[in-house]
């Protein structure tokens, strides 16, 4: 089944850009996503894009996609320290019809 | 405010007992998807039901189970509850039957098993 990779930990300081990386195994996934889970919080859809896609902007943060190497990447311009939280990257894997999440990125954002 | 709605947000029970947890999905949203979080886990995709039949099956113990009305509210059921199954059970909602495009999740039903 689907393998989804993800980075445990990033630290930046506010202001300054973020880049979450993810990597995926299933060559056919369509739909790949970003989630954002604050503490005790559930997991808040930032966005999605299709893989006949490479890249997709959306107010601070751009998607990035290479399917060529399987790897999918979130930026976040300008972090603040309202965006400390877990970031999830999550493909469809098509077979399961179900999504396959990532381990989670703890991304601290320091004043 | 994703539009899921879970119920209840907390629930703390003895092991062997017998818990339902509820979902209503967003306006109009077809299929509705139930997961589990937990710290050793991680996300783990259970169940999926689309427009009140079975879809996909994930990682789902015997012990549980889920339905879909017609309504299209979605319940979870977990009987013979054991201290592992402590975790954060979490209801998704999409349009479609599996094909992608959005899929929202609720704000999670926190399950302890003590």
């Known amino acids: 089944g689907e393998d989804v990779e993800q980075s445990l930990f990033l630290s930046v300081r506010e202001g300054d850009s973020s880049v979450i990386n993810c990597t995926y195994t299933?060559?056919?996934?369509?739909?790949l996503y970003w989630y954002k889970q604050e503490p005790g919080a559930g997991l808040q859809l930032l966005t999605y894009?299709?893989?006949?896609?490479d890249m997709k902007q959306d107010q601070r943060l751009t998607v990035l996609l290479n399917k060529k190497d399987k790897h999918l990447s979130l930026r976040i311009a300008d972090t603040q320290t309202g965006d400390s939280a877990i970031y999830f990257c999550a493909v469809l894997d098509t077979g399961r019809r179900a999504l396959t999440f990532g381990s989670g990125t703890r991304l601290q954002v320091q004043p | 405010d994703s539009g899921v709605t879970q119920t209840p947000k907390h629930l703390i029970t003895a092991t062997g007992q017998r818990v339902t947890l509820r979902c209503s999905p967003r306006?109009?949203?077809?299929?509705v998807y139930w997961y589990q979080q937990s710290l050793d886990q991680g996300l783990q995709f259970l169940i999926q039901y689309y427009n009140g039949e079975e879809r996909a099956k994930g990682n789902i113990l015997e012990r549980f189970s889920a339905q879909q009305f017609p309504d299209l509210h979605s319940e979870l059921n977990l009987s013979s509850l054991e201290l592992g199954d402590s975790a954060l059970y979490f209801c998704?909602?999409?349009?479609?039957?599996?094909?992608?495009?959005?899929?929202?999740f609720g704000e999670g039903s926190w399950l302890t098993v003590v």
């Open positions: 998704a909602s999409s349009p479609l039957g599996g094909s992608g495009n959005t899929i929202y």
């Open positions: 306006s109009g949203d077809l299929s």
């Open positions: 894009i299709f893989s006949n896609m």
């Open positions: 299933d060559s056919s996934s369509t739909y």
